[in-house]
């Protein structure tokens, strides 16, 4: 059955709550649910409900399209200057026996690495130290063009990027300026998490607030230039919180319009300062998902992490308003594995990540980063069971 007759059912039923339904006429005409309304779903819509909305609004922008990129990760540190609560990846800098701390030479070994294969992107965040500095990030963005011009470099947070500016001595502007000069492509969404002060200021009061994250991203924009969203859930915040940082993003998106995929990120609780907190469950995470497609109703893309939260989850999230679910096909990420991710050695081959789309019924379209079709795997018969390729990172001294 298609999504517009089980909306147009939901429509008719007179067992659904007045307000369910004032909300479903809402997403039928393409009109904007406010922010009570959204806090109304977190709080009483129930799986199915927000499916057929969720899935209503996918299949009217894109389809049974499903969108993945060939990508690999650079992590150039797990060392970091700041303790957030939720983190499992990083170590701070009295830790430093626990962790790696790339240098240039060894991150373009990495980048050199992947001269043979088909990949389209490469995708740098880490934690922060001193060292990492505007000089450096400008030097490694060039080298990596001068290396491999069509690499499209996808960069840092605006957490790196305040440490980054507020070290240097420049305005938000002038530096991301400078960063797209030196071969800055686009920001991923990370570094987000919940914009509200209160829940900042108890899981990561060091590092730049929302609101300098969200100026960072304008300011990008400003350039004509495009980057992803994020949101941290699942750990201590409420709903409210949840909507108030989809508002935030909404908000920001009409001014700018230069976000191109939200990507919620399910908090896990595995060897970190909030283990304590249990992990949402499967259908909180689609709930998550579908409520994200609703509000953001000025994002084009929203994406699940198939390392993070696994291949299974990440097949449901395809029903509930996602449509993108990223591309890692290399075993080098390590932020994922060690926050407990479902996935504790991210790799896919092509062929098994199209095929995991194809077992759902999607169509899987190979994007690069802005969303330009690559290739249409729709119909490709595969002629080998070729298995991911693994790269072995430099050896630290």
Not at 31 to 57: K, T, W
């Amino acid at each position: 059955m298609q999504p517009k007759h089980l909306l147009q059912i939901l429509l008719n039923d007179t067992s659904i709550a007045q307000r369910h339904k004032i909300i479903a006429q809402k997403v039928y005409n393409n009109q904007r649910i406010s922010f009570d309304e959204g806090v109304y779903l977190y709080q009483h819509a129930n799986l199915p409900f927000l499916g057929v909305l969720a899935n209503y609004i996918r299949v009217k922008r894109h389809g049974n399209n499903t969108y993945f990129n060939k990508n690999f990760h650079i992590e150039p540190t797990n060392l970091c200057v700041y303790d957030c609560k939720f983190c499992s990846y990083s170590k701070l800098i009295k830790q430093k026996a626990e962790g790696w701390e790339y240098t240039m030479d060894e991150m373009l070994t990495i980048v050199k690495n992947y001269d043979s294969q088909a990949v389209s992107e490469v995708h740098i965040v880490g934690g922060v130290l001193p060292q990492y500095d505007m000089e450096f990030y400008i030097n490694l963005f060039k080298n990596i063009k001068n290396h491999r011009p069509s690499l499209h470099i996808k960069a840092l947070t605006p957490v790196e990027y305040h440490y980054i500016f507020k070290k240097a001595k420049v305005d938000y502007a002038t530096g991301m300026q400078i960063m797209k000069d030196a071969g800055l492509d686009s920001m991923p969404g990370g570094g987000a998490e919940i914009f509200a002060p209160e829940i900042r200021q108890i899981i990561a009061k060091d590092k730049c607030t929302g609101q300098q994250w969200l100026q960072i991203h304008r300011e990008w924009h400003k350039l004509g230039m495009r980057s992803n969203a994020t949101m941290l859930y699942g750990h201590i915040e409420e709903f409210k919180h949840r909507v108030d940082h989809l508002e935030q993003l909404r908000n920001l998106q009409d001014e700018t319009k230069g976000f191109q995929a939200f990507i919620p990120l399910k908090f896990r609780n595995h060897d970190n300062q909030m283990s304590h907190i249990t992990e949402s469950t499967v259908v909180e995470d689609l709930r998550n998902y579908a409520i994200s497609r609703i509000y953001l109703d000025n994002f084009d893309h929203i994406k699940s992490y198939w390392a993070m939260i696994g291949r299974n989850t990440a097949q449901l999230s395809l029903n509930f308003g996602v449509d993108d679910i990223d591309g890692t096909l290399d075993d080098t990420t390590k932020i994922y594995s060690l926050a407990g991710a479902e996935e504790q050695h991210p790799a896919m081959s092509t062929r098994e990540l199209v095929d995991l789309i194809k077992s759902v019924g999607k169509k899987p379209l190979e994007r690069d980063t802005l969303y330009h079709i690559i290739t249409d795997y729709e119909n490709v018969a595969f002629t080998d069971d070729a298995k991911p390729s693994y790269y072995a990172l430099p050896v630290l001294n």
